[in-house]
């Protein structure tokens, strides 16, 4: 079934009117929404029939008129948790592979997460995996997945002094030096006595100096 607009009939004055035109098509036996070839393009319009596919899939596993719920799920949550305890465990041994192992495992679980559950909850634990992995990616020197991870905290914690810190120590081993300073000194307006920062920002702009030749 193709979903080209929906109208509306209004029966006051007889008259229709449209309220949606969109390029994609329904197929009632997968119930699946799939996106038409002249908008393959679209990657926003992707992102959300995605997502919408994803939800329904969901809800037609339960086998239930009521969804479950919003709290975290009791299979899922002990597991991850185990995992993530496990990738401390590895982490305070020194075993930073072993670790990001264990946490991108815990990731990988937690995005199996219904989507229903509590957003609030997700995002938390979310974060605290991908601190805990950024920094056994700075400890291995692995500055590409170390940016990423920072990059994907500061998308939902940008008031968090440490991941503009975790971020610019990727990024200055990268040679991305201006823009370690800019994310040091932004660190540095949440917390302006935090040493570490201090202590980065001033390592940054001796290399900075040293680039340019003031040095």
Same mark, same amino acid.
Do not use: Y
């Given at each position: 079934?193709?979903?080209?607009?929906?109208?509306?009939?209004?029966?006051?004055?007889?008259?229709?009117q449209s309220i949606m035109s969109l390029p994609i098509t329904y197929d009632p036996?997968?119930?699946?929404i799939s996106i038409n070839e002249s908008a393959q393009n679209d990657q926003e319009l992707k992102e959300e029939i995605d997502q919408l596919n994803r939800l329904s899939k969901d809800f037609i596993n339960l086998n239930s008129e009521i969804p479950e719920s919003p709290e975290p799920s009791k299979?899922?949550?002990?597991?991850?948790?185990?995992?993530?305890?496990?990738?401390?465990? /590895?982490?305070?041994?020194?075993?930073?592979?072993? /670790?990001?192992?264990?946490?991108? =495992? /815990?990731?990988d679980m937690a995005?199996?997460?219904?989507?229903?559950?509590a957003f609030a909850i997700q995002l938390q634990e979310l974060? =605290?995996?991908l601190m805990a992995r950024c920094d056994s990616y700075i400890m291995t020197k692995n500055w590409i997945d170390a940016y990423n991870d920072a990059d994907m905290l500061l998308g939902t914690q940008v008031n968090t002094p440490e991941n503009f810190l975790r971020r610019a120590t990727a990024a200055s081993n990268m040679g991305r030096l201006t823009q370690a300073k800019y994310d040091l000194e932004?660190? =540095?307006?949440f917390v302006e006595d935090d040493e570490r920062i201090k202590t980065q920002l001033g390592v940054v702009n001796r290399l900075i100096a040293v680039e340019n030749g003031d040095l």
């Open positions: 079934m193709n979903i080209n607009n929906i109208n509306i009939k209004n029966n006051n004055n007889n008259t229709t036996i997968t119930k699946i299979t899922l949550t002990p597991l991850i948790k185990k995992l993530v305890t496990s990738g401390i465990d /590895a982490q305070k041994r020194g075993k930073h592979h072993d /670790a990001i192992k264990q946490f991108s =495992l /815990a990731i995005s199996r997460r219904s989507r229903w559950e974060n =605290l995996i932004r660190g =540095l307006c």
